[in-house]
Structure formats: C-alpha cells, structure tokens
C-alpha cells in the first residue's frame, strides 16, 4: 500500500492482517509512518495522543531523544532531528496537523473561515451534529458563503491545489469534461460528503479545521482500546522509499492486496507508460482473487490501460461504498478483483 502517513497501514493491523508493506516516494511520508511505529514501540497511549491526536506535546525534542529517536530508521531520524519542534506548539500554527504543505493550506483556510463569525458559527455546528438532516440544512446555508467571491477564485488556482496535494495531472481529470472548474467539482464532494455522513463523525475535515482529533472521532489507531493490538502487531508493517513500480519489480511475493489511493490520477496525462507498466506488475504480483483498492476524479475506471479489464473485474456495487466516503474528494472509487486464471 502506500504510505502516505501511515494511517490506514496502522488501521489495517487492527484487521490481523499477515504483512504490510508500505510504499511511497516522499520519504517525509515515510518518516512520518516511522515515528508512529516507534511511538508503539517505546512510547505508550498517552505520548501516541499527545503526538497524534493532540498534535502537540510537551518536551517533544527531549522525549523524541530519549525514547523515540533510536527505533527510527537513519532516513526517518534525519528528518525529524530537524523537525521535532513540529510538536512544539507554535504561536500561530499550533499544531503538528499545520505544519508542511497542506498543514499550511489547512492551517490558512481555518483561519480565513475561523475569522468570519457567521461561517465559524455553521462550521462548529456542522462539524458537530449527528443529525443528518439538520445538517443537511446547516450545510444548504454554508453552501451559498462558501462558494461565492473570495473562496471561489482561490480554490480554482493551480498553485492552492498543489498545496492540497492535487497536481496538474489530476487537476486535468477534474476538468476533463470540459468546463468543471474545481469550486464546481468541490462543491459537488461536500454535498455528497455531508449530506450522507454525520459531521460530528468526521475526523477528517475535523482535523483539517481544528488543528487536532477528538477522542469521539479519531482515526482507529489512535483509540485506546486498539493501542495493545496494534503494538503487538507492530512488526508486520515495513517500509521502503520509492515508486510502487521499482518496488514491485524487486518483489517476488505474490500480494493479496494492493492500495494505491488516488496516484494513478498523478500518471494518468503524464506518465501513461508507468501507469501500464504498474498494472502489469500487479497483475504477475498478485495472488488469487486479489483485490485493488483505489479512488479517482476521474467518473469511472476507463482511463485505466485497456489489458486490466482482461485480468481484473470491476466490483460493482461502488456507489454503496461511496456514500460511506468521509472525505468525498473523489468522484470515483474502484475495486478490481483479479480474475481467476
Ligand atoms: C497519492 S497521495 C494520495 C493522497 C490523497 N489525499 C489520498 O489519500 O488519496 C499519497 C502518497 O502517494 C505517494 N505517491 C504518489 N505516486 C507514487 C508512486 N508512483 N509510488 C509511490 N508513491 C507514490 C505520494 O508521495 C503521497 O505521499
């Protein structure tokens, strides 16, 4: 699977998978996967919610010294004996979940909407409710401030949406039919997201607005009760920094699982032959009835190279599996299951 920072690997443990193997380009993600590991490791349920559900912690160089820098790995411990103090708790952006790239969009973003007192009152009661209804009403409202002049031009930049992780390639598949401009296609995923899912459930987007997770709403791995199972587990999961594709070429297991997000959108315009050499090696690493996990802008799986659909079906009750999708930032969620030989 992809890294990226490690959530969804941690989670997976909980499942009592046999292995893991996490990949990813950015070794920052890689880092950052690391020193939750190690926080099981050595650390216990207190440190792991003040690093990752609080988002800060007290002393966190010298606890990061003493406890947690020698299970890191040499790549990981470079990076973060220099970026420690993303704990630290700063004067403005005070927490570890607004530091780096998108932490700086979040952190801009909460601020601009935090600083209107009509948006922040719809926001806190959004980001709150069970009701779905009432939110639905809640969200109608917001919907009209939301998308007008200013937020409307900023969210169609370039530049705003490669902080948010969204490179030119994908932006493309967003406006592949022609004139959706990405305020369009946003609003589109936020009244689908909350219009199904209750906002007081919502870690995601919570923890973009407030800087931090509650214990109510938090990603699995950082509930108490998961804490043991986890730790005894923690070995299965390894690492490596480079591309899912020179990873896959070294490796001669066979994989029953494979979760690529939403990268193949990064391969799509540019690097087509990646893309087709990628499922190639997916299709000779998998194992009987092997299942592909992945989310697209795109509306459906047809942008992927045509030999797929010879070796892998497409399971289709995906619009069941959308509804659930807490994120909402993708128009498509797709589920390949290799076909028997
Ligand atoms: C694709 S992004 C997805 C983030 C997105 N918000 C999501 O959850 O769907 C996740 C990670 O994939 C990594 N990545 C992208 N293309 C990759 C590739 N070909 N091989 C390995 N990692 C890749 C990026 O470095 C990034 O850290």
Known sequence: MLTSAGCNALDYLIESVDRIHCVDLNYRQNAVLDLKLALFKN?????????????????AKDIYKNKLSDFLQPESKK?????IKYFDGGLFRKTFYYRGASGILAWWVSRYLKSRPSLKKKIDQLLATEDLLAQKIIFKSLEKQLFSFPLNTIMNRLSVLALAGVPKSQFE?????????TSDYLKDC???TFNNNPGAKNYFYQVYYYGKYTKESCPEYLKEEN????????????FSTESINDYLKKSDI??????????????????????????N???SRSSKHSRVLFRSAAKDQSFLPKHVFNNFSFYPGVEDVQKNDRVGMYRYTGLAIKNPN
């Open 79 to 83: 990076f973060w004996d220099l970026k």
């Open 43 to 59: 650390g216990d349920y207190n440190m792991l919610w003040e690093f990752f559900g609080d988002g800060k912690k007290n002393n």
């Open 254 to 279: 066979p994989f029953t699982h494979f979760v690529l997000l939403d990268h193949m959108d990064w391969l799509v315009a540019n690097q087509p032959t990646i893309l087709e050499e990628q499922w």
């Open 190 to 192: 936020f009244q689908k």
């Open 281 to 283: 090696l997916i299709n």
């Open 227 to 238: 804490f043991e199972k986890i730790r005894g587990q923690i070995e299965k999961i390894t």
């Open 173 to 181: 598949l967003v406006s592949s039919n022609g004139t959706e401009k």
